[in-house]
């Protein structure tokens, strides 16, 4: 996820700027924040064990072994700030840690910090760092370090791949420290949701050695569970425990050896065949079958990546909100889950609150495929119309184009390879912010304003339909200022109903997640919603 201006963490098989399709994000429905501003941390597990093996779960833990996991190759270099790629994010992950975990329901885990604090309401935030913390070539942790990394982040000439995350929140110069454990966050508004801008949900804000020059690969130093020891792009990586990791006790592992694969097919093989033990980035429509069959185990976990079906809202024939209407109430979302998604994901009503979200509102009825209104809201008018996507939307693009034809609309696909489609000028003529409707795949996020900021509010930076509406900008401010439940709520309805009256963007399935292993062989591998890896509770059986 290119998060600088060139993607919105977007789905796409190449690699190019933006997350992988199996990717996250999704980076992704926020714990109610409030009962988290003073959150304080132990010990404890960041993830639970699911294997599906329940005699495993009683069991004490076991500990040497190697974990043989398989992966696509990372199509650029394994950096912590420019990343956007599941591989890469993955390796990362292993080896560096954040300030806080986010688990695979979304809660806030404290990590590198133990506590944080907001003040100013919610306009400065505190967080005070674990004592004790080392990096793995025995620097210890201090507050000089956090804030280099996170003004390494907000530097434009980084190109940091989270720095739109923080456009209109945090700028460079709002990091400080006060004294060596504590770092001070001073926000341009108030935003009480910023802990997952600093958590795993913004998955570039590994914390790093304030003297960090790029060569991650080869000066790989970080305070996360594993030590790499070796990295071939040809071949894999090859990890081991590291002995001064904070947790006591963890990682169980000896280490894990990464494989690279060309292909899913080719991975998924190396699982049946044993080559590997568990997949990274599993692929529903590959590993669904699988389910129940043998020693492989698939577990699956809801998300909240999508792929959103702009409309040019500024031109014929989206500017006419019965137009977008009638495609909206012309699909058949749950054929859309089956068919993509193979069954796993949560149907979509057309605006960004995902049902994992707390404030999603519940009383808007689901949009649901209806011929009728179809020819109502087109007054017998003929609808014709190109629909523009890159080849990861391909079976989406498929989908919506049949069920379409069944209600008379006509669909011309507009496929263009993903350079394409994601090249040209981000201001004027790029593919996907300005052909007349398009597929986009967005990662999942952590809360529904990094959604919301980019991509509906009024001259947002993937803003590809154009919608502008200021009951909307206002709302979304609220939100992102509320402190209470209620109080969020109440602005999260008026978002949706306005998302789901004026369709922008069609949002029908919200994407869940898979990860497939040999559960008779390991146990604690489990699915997160952002295909995010912490392989420090993975044990053998």
């Given amino acids: 996820m290119n998060?600088?201006?060139?993607?919105?963490?977007?789905?796409?098989?190449?690699?190019?700027?933006?997350?992988?399709r199996r990717l996250f994000l999704g980076g992704t429905g926020a714990a109610a924040l409030t009962a988290l501003l003073a959150a304080c941390g132990t010990d404890t597990p960041a993830t639970s064990a699911q294997s599906g093996v329940k005699a495993a779960a009683s069991a004490a833990p076991k500990r040497g072994g190697v974990l043989r996991v398989g992966t696509p190759p990372p199509p650029t270099k394994v950096d912590p700030v420019t990343m956007y790629d599941g591989s890469a994010i993955a390796i990362v992950q292993l080896v560096a840690d954040y300030l806080i975990w986010l688990d695979k329901d979304f809660t806030l885990v404290p990590h590198l910090a133990e506590k944080w604090e907001s003040q100013d309401g919610g306009k400065r935030w505190i967080f005070t760092l674990r004592q004790g913390v080392k990096f793995s070539d025995g620097t210890p942790l201090d507050a000089d370090a956090v804030k280099a990394t996170f003004d390494r982040l907000l530097d434009p000439k980084a190109k940091s791949?989270?720095?739109?995350?923080?456009?209109?929140?945090?700028?460079?110069g709002g990091v400080s420290v006060s004294g060596p454990s504590t770092v001070v966050f001073t926000l341009e508004r108030p935003f009480s949701d910023f802990p997952y801008l600093v958590s795993a949900g913004n998955y570039n804000t590994v914390i790093l050695k304030k003297d960090y020059t790029g060569d991650f690969t080869k000066s790989p130093i970080g305070t996360g569970p594993f030590l790499l020891k070796s990295y071939?792009?040809?071949?894999?990586?090859?990890?081991?425990?590291?002995?001064?990791?904070?947790?006591?006790?963890?990682?169980?592992l000896d280490g894990v050896e990464v494989k690279f694969?060309?292909?899913?097919?080719?991975?998924?093989?190396?699982?049946?065949?044993?080559?590997?033990?568990?997949?990274?980035?599993?692929?529903?429509?590959?590993?669904?079958?699988?389910?129940?069959?043998?020693?492989?185990?698939?577990?699956?976990?809801?998300?909240?990546?999508?792929?959103a079906f702009t409309f040019?809202?500024?031109?014929?024939?989206?500017?006419?909100?019965?137009?977008?209407?009638?495609?909206?109430?012309?699909?058949?979302?749950?054929?859309?889950?089956?068919?993509?998604?193979?069954?796993?994901?949560?149907?979509?009503?057309?605006?960004?609150?995902?049902?994992?979200?707390?404030?999603?509102?519940?009383?808007?009825?689901?949009r649901a495929k209806d011929p009728a209104k179809v020819s109502a809201l087109l007054g017998g008018?003929?609808?014709?119309?190109?629909?523009?996507?890159?080849?990861?939307?391909?079976?989406?693009?498929?989908?919506?184009?049949?069920?379409?034809?069944?209600?008379?609309?006509?669909?011309?696909?507009?496929?263009?390879?993903?350079?394409?489609?994601?090249?040209?000028?981000?201001?004027?003529?790029?593919?996907w912010l300005f052909s007349t409707a398009n597929l986009v795949g967005w990662a999942g996020r952590a809360v529904p304003s990094q959604f919301i900021i980019p991509m509906v509010k009024s001259g947002g930076v993937w803003n590809g339909s154009k919608y502008a509406n200021p009951a909307l900008d206002a709302a979304a401010d609220a939100y992102d200022a509320a402190t209470t439940d209620t109080e969020r709520k109440a602005q999260a309805e008026i978002i949706a109903k306005a998302l789901n009256e004026d369709v922008p963007v069609v949002i029908s399935v919200w994407a869940g997640a898979i990860r497939a292993h040999n559960g008779k062989k390991f146990a604690g591998i489990s699915a997160h919603p952002s295909n995010y890896v912490d392989f420090s509770e993975v044990h053998t059986l």
């Fill in 161 to 172: 791949a989270a720095l739109s995350a923080f456009d209109s929140v945090l700028a460079r």
């Fill in 381 to 431: 008018q003929k609808l014709t119309f190109p629909l523009t996507f890159d080849p990861p939307t391909k079976d989406y693009a498929l989908t919506i184009q049949a069920q379409l034809k069944e209600v008379g609309i006509e669909v011309t696909l507009d496929q263009r390879t993903s350079a394409e489609f994601y090249g040209g000028d981000q201001e004027k003529d790029t593919p």
């Fill in 232 to 252: 071939d792009l040809s071949g894999g990586a090859s990890l081991v425990r590291n002995p001064s990791y904070w947790r006591e006790g963890r990682p169980y």
């Fill in 312 to 366: 040019r809202v500024d031109q014929p024939p989206f500017d006419r909100k019965e137009v977008r209407q009638a495609v909206a109430y012309a699909l058949d979302r749950p054929g859309l889950n089956t068919t993509v998604f193979e069954g796993i994901g949560a149907l979509g009503n057309d605006h960004l609150f995902a049902s994992l979200f707390p404030a999603a509102p519940s009383d808007i009825p689901q």
């Fill in 261 to 307: 694969y060309a292909d899913d097919q080719a991975d998924l093989l190396a699982l049946q065949s044993g080559e590997i033990d568990a997949q990274i980035l599993s692929r529903a429509q590959l590993v669904g079958p699988l389910k129940g069959a043998g020693d492989i185990v698939v577990d699956q976990v809801p998300a909240t990546g999508l792929t």
């Fill in 3 to 20: 998060m600088h201006g060139t993607s919105p963490g977007h789905d796409t098989l190449s690699r190019l700027p933006g997350l992988s």
